[in-house]
Nanobody, 116 residues
């Protein structure tokens, strides 16, 4: 079993920055992929960014050039640096981890609000 603890959400004005963190803990697991999804009110959950095996990253078109995903393997932690935030980035952001056994885990979610 893997537990995920997220931090770093909050409220910011348009153009501002936030950094999300998600630390994975547990026993007998190896991480294959880590990523972030988000869900805005009335919308489906969508992929924001993910990083696979340290080398391959994917970003939603809407965040390319503004968000950067990174991973610290020693800490089993994934980060999402969010710059130039826009009101449409407002959502609950969920950490996602996939193990090498292809089991998927979700964090509890952290609110990001971008508003003037």
């Amino acid at each position: 079993q893997v537990q995920l603890v997220e931090s770093g959400g909050g409220s910011v004005q348009p153009g501002g920055s936030l950094r999300l963190s998600c630390a994975a803990s547990g026993s007998d697991f190896t991480i294959y992929a880590m990523g972030w999804y988000r869900q805005a009110p009335g919308k489906q959950r969508e992929l924001v960014a993910d990083i696979i095996s340290d080398a391959i990253t994917h970003y939603a078109d809407s965040v390319k050039g503004r968000f950067t995903i990174s991973r610290d393997n020693a800490k089993n932690t994934v980060y999402l640096q969010m710059n130039s935030l826009k009101p449409e980035d407002t959502a609950v952001y969920y950490c996602n981890v996939v193990t090498t056994a292809r089991v998927r885990y979700w964090g509890q979610g952290t609110q990001v609000t971008v508003s003037s």
